[in-house]
């Protein structure tokens, strides 16, 4: 047991230059985590909102270990002639041996930059698809949606996400700038039914459920045309006609809120089936299959 403080205590004897740099170290570290931690303590103060104080606690940490880094590295790199030397064979060093973690850093100044996406964004990149929940150096990450539950809605599973494919595939955002998407019901009903009666009642079923999201919509595209070439000529819900095997498709296309899409849908198909229940000249259609006879007229 006493072999050990020996040998600390004729290390430090022995290289004084290295054990001075070790105490550097130690100081300029503890000094950096006081720092961060003083200041976080008077942010969550100022600022009681969860996702603020969020965002403030990843910043400082970022700040932190960059600041750590460049002082460590004066310590112990004190032969170089300037930093820019340490810092340019440390990043050719890095970019050799680490190029997957380097390209994710990339990725990560890229996210930081142009701000594709922030946290609470619901995205897909190349097959998965999610709200964010966090932003790493190395990674985000996705509380997921969809997969095997329907109207995207979460599965639960959270999947983390390499930064480097937001150059490697393509990314979309469902709530960035514009906050809504496009959706379609599509409603068959009978040849023998009155389509067109069934096609008005959609219609005002459809502005019934739909008449606020319209003003809102209509507000964040022109916000969004500041920004993006974004082009419609109307915002409002419309029932279009169309003719399948089983019968007459009235296909209702509305914007929907991302997050709501599915109880939005569920509001409109129950008032649906309440209107269609009370009119016998209109019945839904399906698949279904006539066998003739021969003889029979």
Known sequence: MQEFPNRVQEFIQNSPGISYQLILTIVAIFVIWLVRLIALRIINKKLPEAKAQYKWRKNMTYVAVFIGFLIVGRIWFEGLQSLATFLGLLSAGLAIALRGPVTDFAGWIFLLWRKPFDVGD?????????????????????????????ADQSTGRVIHVPNH???????????????????????????????????????????????????????????AKKS???????????VYTDVRDSGICLTIRHLSNPRRRRSLGEAIWEDILDKFNAHDDIDLAYPTMRIYREGDH
């Open 228 to 238: 993006y070439l974004i082009h419609y000529s109307y915002l409002t819900p419309t």
């Open 165 to 223: 494919l937001v150059f490697d595939d393509s990314l979309a955002n469902y709530t960035s700038d514009f906050e809504f998407i496009w959706n379609e019901l599509e409603v068959l009903v009978t040849f023998e039914s009155d389509w067109k009666k069934a096609k008005q009642m959609l219609q005002k079923i459809a502005d019934k459920h739909l008449e606020d999201y319209v003003n809102e919509a209509q507000y964040q595209v022109n916000r």
């Open 122 to 150: 619901r995205i897909q990149v190349g097959d998965v698809k999610g709200d964010v929940i966090d932003v790493r150096v190395f990674k985000f990450t996705l509380l997921e949606i969809g997969n095997w539950v329907h």
